[in-house]
Structures are given as structure tokens and as C-alpha cells.
T-cell receptor, first 113, second 109 residues
Framework: DVKVTQSSRYLVKRTGEKVFLECVQDMDHENMFWYRQDPGLGLRLIYFSYDVKMKEKGDIPEGYSVSREKKERFSLILESASTNQTSMYLC????????????FGSGTRLTVV | EDQVTQSPEALRLQEGESSSLNCSYT??????LFWYRQDPGKGPEFLFTLYSAGEEKEKERLKATLTKKESFLHITAPKPEDSATYLC??????????FGAGTILRVKS
């Protein structure tokens, strides 16, 4: 089974801190994604990557950046955390074409105080 | 703008009471429609992919159908373990998925 592992289940950070969320997948998937999930809003795409060192903005990239130095690892960076970035963050990966759907990690619940 | 709307927002059923969840979509070019199940505190789990109108997929008590404008997830004789949030998503250009807000299903015994 494909596994997508997110480094932290829960994080509490202070406003203005730089925050790193790490995601690792073990099935050699080319595509990786970062979403945030908020009640009533569903999952919204922040950034995605089709290959190493490639990245593309999703629907809500403001305040975030990403890094993909290795195929299996995709990091989400909050440059200066703010309270409106308190959310559940979900990482996912997929094969090219995505016909078998995404495989998601268990999520990181981030609280910014 | 690509949009996915799910209804109802929440659904309470008695065990054995069959029902359907709806997913309507407005997209410029549908490449696939996906259903996921999400349990509390976990990431979404893939259920089905549908590609063309008229297509149906089944898995245990779940059956997904697709028309040109919407998809239904039919739940037959549900059990308490079917309680979860069900998410619908459409695949647009590239490999991007656009998600609906989900339907929270509670099945009581």
C-alpha cells in the first residue's frame, strides 16, 4: 500500500513563526499536493508539484511556499504564521493522470496562537 | 470557475435506512469524478473514480453513479460503521482535484 506520512499530527505555533510541514511518500509518485481543510469550505489546493524542483500554485498560495528537493518529499512552508492559517493540512500524492485517485496522509492539525 | 456542491451537508440515518448523497458540478472539462470517505482525524480514503455519464461503480453497500451534471453515492442498508464524511471531487486540467465541502453521514443503530 502507498503510504503518505506527515511528520506531525498536531502543531501549535506562535504568530510570526516560520513553520515547516513535512510530507513523505514511499511509492515513487510523481505528483504531490498540499491542501488545507476547513469546516464548510472543504479541501482547498495550496500548491502542487509534478516533479522534483517543480512547483505550481494552487487556489490559495498566499502566505505559503513549498520545496521539493527529492521525489519522495514535499514540504509546505508558512513564511510567517498567522492565526488565519490555523487549519488541517493534508498532503497527497498520485501517479501521473491520477486515475487511481490521490493517496492522502493523515493530516497535520496546525494551531497558530 | 470550477465548482463542486454536495448535498445535504449532514445526514442522519437509522441502520438499514437506504439513502443517497448528491454531488453536482460545474467544470470546464471533466476528466474524472472521485468519491472519498474521511473518518475523523484521518485523511480522505479513495472510494471510486467515474469518467463518463452512465457509469456506475459499487463497493459493498456503496454505489456511485454519474450523469452529465451530477453524481450520486447510494448507500444501501447502511451500518453504523458507514458513518463518516463523504467527499466528492472532480479532476480538471492536469491532475488537480476540486473538492466539495462534503456530506457528514451518521448512521445510528
Amino acid at each position: 500500500d502507498v503510504k503518505v506520512t506527515q511528520s506531525s499530527r498536531y502543531l501549535v505555533k506562535r504568530t510570526g513563526e516560520k513553520v515547516f510541514l513535512e510530507c513523505v511518500q514511499d511509492m515513487d509518485h510523481e505528483n504531490m499536493f498540499w491542501y488545507r481543510q476547513d469546516p464548510g469550505l472543504g479541501l482547498r489546493l495550496i500548491y502542487f508539484s509534478y516533479d522534483v524542483k517543480m512547483k505550481e500554485k494552487g487556489d490559495i498560495p498566499e502566505g505559503y511556499s513549498v520545496s521539493r528537493e527529492k521525489k519522495e518529499r514535499f514540504s509546505l512552508i508558512l513564511e510567517s504564521a498567522s492565526t488565519n492559517q490555523t487549519s488541517m493540512y493534508l498532503c497527497a500524492s498520485s501517479l501521473p493522470g491520477g486515475s487511481r485517485g490521490y493517496t492522502f496522509g493523515s493530516g497535520t492539525r496546525l494551531t497558530v496562537v | 470557475e470550477d465548482q463542486v456542491t454536495q448535498s445535504p451537508e449532514a445526514l442522519r440515518l437509522q441502520e438499514g435506512e437506504s439513502s443517497s448523497l448528491n454531488c453536482s458540478y460545474t467544470v470546464s472539462g471533466l476528466r474524472g469524478l472521485f468519491w472519498y470517505r474521511q473518518d475523523p482525524g484521518k485523511g480522505p480514503e479513495f472510494l471510486f473514480t467515474l469518467y463518463s455519464a452512465g457509469e456506475e461503480k459499487e463497493k459493498e453497500r456503496l454505489k456511485a453513479t454519474l450523469t452529465k451534471k451530477e453524481s450520486f453515492l447510494h448507500i444501501t442498508a447502511p451500518k453504523p460503521e458507514d458513518s463518516a464524511t463523504y467527499l466528492c471531487a472532480v479532476q480538471v486540467y492536469g491532475n488537480k482535484l476540486v473538492f466539495g465541502a462534503g456530506t457528514i453521514l451518521r448512521v445510528k443503530s
